[in-house]
């Protein structure tokens, strides 16, 4: 009695089918030397088959011409049928390749023929009515006996009293020379194919060390030398309009990689000012807090005053985290909310509000200066600009803020509001980007010139910006060093949120930077109603 088998517990381990591999891509050098390979020997063994075909072809029509030119006389084909003629034994002094071969009136083949040779000749059939040939039109027709022997050109003509007679050539001369000029095809062919190979390896190798020098610079690249450039042979070569494009390439991707480094950095440093100016409030806040909590009995005057504090540091992290979230909201989408602004009301209120909170400072409302005046405007002008009246509100309030609290108490700032045509770069006028003798410098991409825009300057006379920082004042998250006597320098947000509400609005913040005697922040915003060219002339 058979046992059944025992299953056990370990899984069965079935091996996966092998699967085919992949060949392995050829190089683009490998790829060149085989297709030049292929070309150049299919051109010669074409070239040689035609040749091979046109020379037997020509071998052919002079075995036809002499078919042609040789027929026996009438009388040798009826003595032949008659029997009154007994061909000549072969004589091997007299060679001819003819033969001559007949059919009686009755169609069969006559067994006796004329002509002389070693081998079988051609393979005829014995009755005439089989015989598959045209009077006077040359045929191939095969050879008899094993069949190793050449074939046989073959002419027939019509004979006396229903004869017919059959001349023949052997077509071994034609083979013959066919068969040697095929070989010296092959072999022609073979040496084409080898040499292709030989001197087109180190050709191509020679004509792509210039891609091969770009691929070495791509690949050091890829493992980290982002400095190095593709070496360029020629403009006008493919591999030079390649190592153009990816020096171009190369090129943005550093000013990206530096960007964001940049830009990475300034995070890090905004995370630790941000940090350090909302860790000052919150310790004070926690630090009062825990102070009403332990001491209930405290008297109300002090209890007053802790209560004070910790509402002025609370209201000091709104007015951050407000900020970052305004930041975060503005990005460079335009405002939801338009409407025509007055700008000269707008400055007005905004001086009103920064004189309450620094009443010793000298701010003054000014025309704006138009060039080629002797002096400024007598009146002010209504300017009016689409826009969101709370962001241009906070815009200026910013801009006053920090004139007055960047430089000394006896510092004056002057506004000045008008409308204006921006100026090309260099132009000593509103709008132009730039004043004489001042570094410049902006928030977003410079206006068209020609454009009409309405302007608001802030200018104080205090001690300006130093040159190596006036560059990124417009930055987020940058705060520029104090001078010696400031207080506490902010975090960086004010000018940023300013020149992030004047790109959303169309426009843009520049900065005009004398070291040592003040600097003019201008605010430049698409003009709503632009004036006739004679009233902004300039």
Known sequence: MSRRPRLTGRPLLLRRPRRFRRPRPRSLRSRLVLIACLLATSAVLVCQLAGLTVLRGWLTDQVDERLS??????????????????????D????????????????????????????????????????????????TVPAGGDGTDSGWRVLTHAGPDGTRTVVALPLDTVDGATTK?????????????VGVITLGNGAVRLGLRPLTRVEQTAQ????GALELSVPVPGPDTEVGRLGLALNTMLDRLRTALRRTENSE?????????????????????????DLLLHEPDMPAARRQEAHALIARNAERMSRLVDDLFLLARLGDSAPAHREPVDLLSLTADAIATTAIRHPDRSITLEPLETPGAPDPAPDLAVVETPGDPHQLAQVLGNLLTNACTHT??????????????????GADSPGSGRTEGADSSGSGPPLPPGTPVCVVEVADDGPGIRPDEAPYVFDRFYRASPAADEGEPGTGLGLAIAAAIATAHGGRLELDNRPGEGCVFRLLLPDATPAPDDERRG
Not at 220 to 223: A, E, G
Not at 409 to 425: L, M
């Open 69 to 90: 030119h040789f027929r026996p006389p009438d009388r040798v084909a009826r003595d032949m049928a008659e029997d009154r003629l007994r061909p000549p034994p072969p």
């Open 92 to 139: 091997p002094t007299l060679p001819s390749d003819y033969r001559v071969f007949f059919y009686d009136a009755d169609g069969a083949l006559l067994p006796a023929f004329l002509g002389s040779g070693n081998g079988a000749g051609p393979r005829l059939p014995e009755r005439e009515a089989d015989l598959e040939l045209t009077d006077g039109r040359p045929a």
């Open 181 to 193: 000029l095929l070989w010296l095809s092959l072999g022609l062919g073979v040496a084409v194919a």
């Open 220 to 223: 050091r690249i890829t493992d």
């Open 265 to 289: 950095q300034r995070l890090r440093h905004f995370m630790a000012d941000a940090g350090h100016e909302l860790r000052t409030p919150l310790t004070a806040v926690q630090g009062f807090a």
């Open 408 to 425: 000394p108490p006896d510092s004056r700032v002057r506004v000045r509001v008008g409308a204006a045509r921006v100026r090309t770069e």
